[in-house]
């Protein structure tokens, strides 16, 4: 690589740019009386959905000591979309010392029991939240990354003729505290982006019986046929579950039966049996383990989803599930990979920042979120990394059911980055710069001298295991990113293999490595690509390489060009991306490397290294190309590669 170039594009801060108004497609047509309007959990689907986005009214105010709900005045905003997303109708960035609050009335509620509950579910609120029903604390939640319910039944006024109020404050430290906040800075400039802040996911309530399901959590085994379900409800009651079309252990009749299947998840059968009921115990847990007897595995190639039907008591619940693996072990040339189902398989992977110019972390639609799965896979991508972000839950049901193996990062933290030390010289001399220990003595150069900060990163990493444990797609744990925030990593990956023992660790994705994941993994950006040999004889992944630039007029958020490679035309980056891929990457294979992620989907801000614009108006590359990189067409080098 040009390392002339990767100096000149040592990121700055620019936070007093005026970014170019740039709307993707979705955006452009957005309804605001019909805002991401899906149901917002599909691993989790109730029958009883009531999605209060749109227009709520808001005010940010300095913040002050005192506990009143100012009045609430400033204008409208576009609930889901973040205060600074041209998407949101405001534009204004919240600062670390002011207040945003929301308001809405709720509409009315429904009554199906005798003893109905009601849930009010945030998907995310950036960063903590303080929630209120006709002027009364419910709870607080802090974390901006994962989404938290409460019960608001004793604080809703279920008389007809009255109207019951939401309200909703907002903080944001963004990058002024060790809290976890992924890329966003208030200094937006190179690798860091804007910050935005407020409720950037569906909010919506509904009822269930007095009686119903918690929590769910879905294992398949390794023997790739047994499934174990447990199912956690708030009392004692009858529970059972069935999967829809299967006799129990029948098999999947006919060649269409994936896309038969799919569609099957937005249905609900009446027609309930149980299963195998083994357990229960004082935490009302019930646990069930059955076998399939011809199970469809699900790959990228072929990904079918079983579909779930529960019900506990007068509570029904849908979800899903698939039969897979994903593991470490030794090829039949004694080199270390990746294997899906018992098989090698080669990860092409490409990273994923889940951005947008006119939603920044909100897609506009929920279409827009299926197009960047589907165009990756067009481009011969079977897995995306999604980077230091976690995403709205139907993003991992599209990968689930189109096919995308996804890697999930740990969203990082910590107070402000040493950059030199943790990013650029690890970067430019990895022998010299990138073997420091993580220990006690380095918190402060790794950015986490605070106690409460590393407590508060272990909780919202088990937590995000937790959350994300049923997702199929997801088969890579990625702990921490290049030392921002790291600390302890052994300690980490031994805490979350006690959260999930069926995935594969990425410990240290870059550099900082403690020995302890599965993978050897390796930023590289500047240096030729190889394969490095790792002591503790782990599967070696390029866990980021690539970074080509690309500008185009018109499609850009600013006319700085940050990335790690200059191309002027479209044609020239075409061909320097599939030398890269044939003459760098596939000879790899061979050679031992187990995966590779390349940098990156799409551009960001001033970061126009991506595949397609920001904007996602224009795709940089085509897999189709004829000439010189017809090996596309002719030899696959993202299939099986232990064969």
């Avoid at 959990?41 to 986005?53: E, G, I, K, M």
């Avoid at 419910?138 to 039944?153: A, C, E, Q, R």
């Avoid at 004694?334 to 889940?354: A, C, I």
């Avoid at 294979?589 to 224009?618: F, H, P, W």
Wanted: with cysteine.
């Amino acid at each position: 690589m040009d390392l002339i170039d990767a100096i000149k594009t040592i990121d700055k801060p620019h936070e007093d740019d005026v970014l170019n108004r740039l709307y993707t497609t979705w955006g452009e047509n957005l309804d605001p009386e019909h805002v991401l309007t899906e149901y917002p959990r599909p691993q989790f689907v109730r029958d009883s959905y009531v999605n209060l986005n749109g227009y709520w009214d808001y005010s940010m105010v300095k913040e002050s000591s005192s506990d009143d709900i100012p009045e609430i005045s400033d204008g409208k905003i576009l609930v889901p979309f973040s205060p600074e997303a041209i998407l949101s109708g405001v534009e204004k960035q919240l600062k670390p010392d002011e207040i945003l609050w929301y308001k809405r009335s709720l509409p009315k509620l429904p009554k199906t029991y005798d003893n109905s509950r009601y849930l009010l579910h945030f998907g995310a609120v950036d960063q903590f939240a303080d929630v209120y029903v006709n002027g009364k604390l419910v709870g607080s939640h802090s974390g901006g990354y994962l989404p938290f319910t409460f019960d608001i039944t004793g604080y809703l006024d279920l008389d007809e003729a009255k109207e019951n109020t939401l309200i909703v404050k907002v903080r944001d430290t963004s990058d002024t505290s060790y809290h976890s906040r992924g890329k966003q800075t208030l200094k937006r400039g190179g690798m860091y982006y804007t910050a935005q802040s407020g409720i950037w996911q569906t909010v919506w309530l509904e009822e269930v019986p007095d009686i119903y399901v918690k929590e769910l959590k879905i294992t398949p085994e390794e023997d790739l046929k047994t499934v174990s379900i447990t199912i956690t409800t708030t009392q004692s009651t009858s529970v059972s579950v069935k999967i829809p079309g299967q006799e129990l252990v029948k098999a999947p009749a006919s060649s269409d039966a994936p896309e038969r299947h799919n569609d099957s998840l937005e249905k609900f059968s009446s027609d309930i049996c149980p299963l195998n009921l083994s357990k229960k115990n004082d935490s009302h847990c019930y646990t069930f383990r059955f076998e399939l007897e011809s199970p469809h595995l699900w790959s990228p190639e072929d990904p079918y989803l079983y579909p779930l039907q529960i019900v506990a008591g007068s509570d029904r619940v849908r979800s899903y599930f698939a039969i897979r693996s994903y593991s470490i072990d030794t090829d039949s040339a004694g080199v270390r990979r990746f294997f899906l189902n018992n098989k090698p398989y080669f990860l092409m992977g490409v990273l994923d920042q889940g951005y947008w110019p006119d939603g920044l972390y909100t897609a506009p639609s929920d279409d827009a979120l299926i197009y960047d799965i589907k165009e990756m896979k067009r481009l011969k991508f079977n897995m995306m990394r999604k980077h230091i972000k976690i995403e709205a839950a139907r993003w991992y049901y599209h990968c689930d059911k189109i096919g995308m193996i996804v890697w999930q990062d740990m969203v990082c933290g910590g107070s402000s980055y040493a950059k030199p030390v943790v990013t650029y010289l690890p970067t430019l001399f990895p022998k010299v710069f990138g073997r420091l220990s993580d220990g006690p003595a380095y918190y402060k150069t790794f950015s986490r001298h605070s106690a409460e900060g590393r407590k508060e990163w272990i909780e919202e990493m088990k937590n995000t295991i937790k959350y994300l444990y049923n997702v199929p797609s997801i088969a890579t744990w990625v702990l921490f990113n290049e030392g921002w925030g790291q600390f302890n990593a052994a300690g980490a990956t031994i805490m979350a293999r006690e959260c999930d023992d069926t995935r594969p660790i990425d410990q240290a994705s870059g550099w900082f490595d403690e020995g302890t994941g599965n993978y050897r993994s390796v930023h590289n950006y500047f240096r030729p690509l190889a394969v490095e040999k790792d002591k503790n004889k782990r599967a070696f992944v390029i866990s980021e390489y690539g970074g080509y630039t690309c500008h185009i007029a018109g499609h850009s958020s600013v006319d700085r060009i940050y990335g790690y490679k200059k191309y002027d035309t479209l044609d020239a980056l075409g061909v320097a991306y599939y030398n890269l891929i044939n003459g760098s990457i596939k000879p790899l294979i061979k050679q031992g490397l187990a995966g590779a992620v390349y940098t990156q989907l799409s551009d960001v801000e001033e970061e126009v290294n991506g595949l397609m614009t920001y904007d996602r108006r224009i795709t940089k590359i085509n897999p189709n190309i004829d000439g010189d990189m017809s090996y596309f067409l002719e030899n696959d080098v993202f299939q099986n590669s232990g064969k």
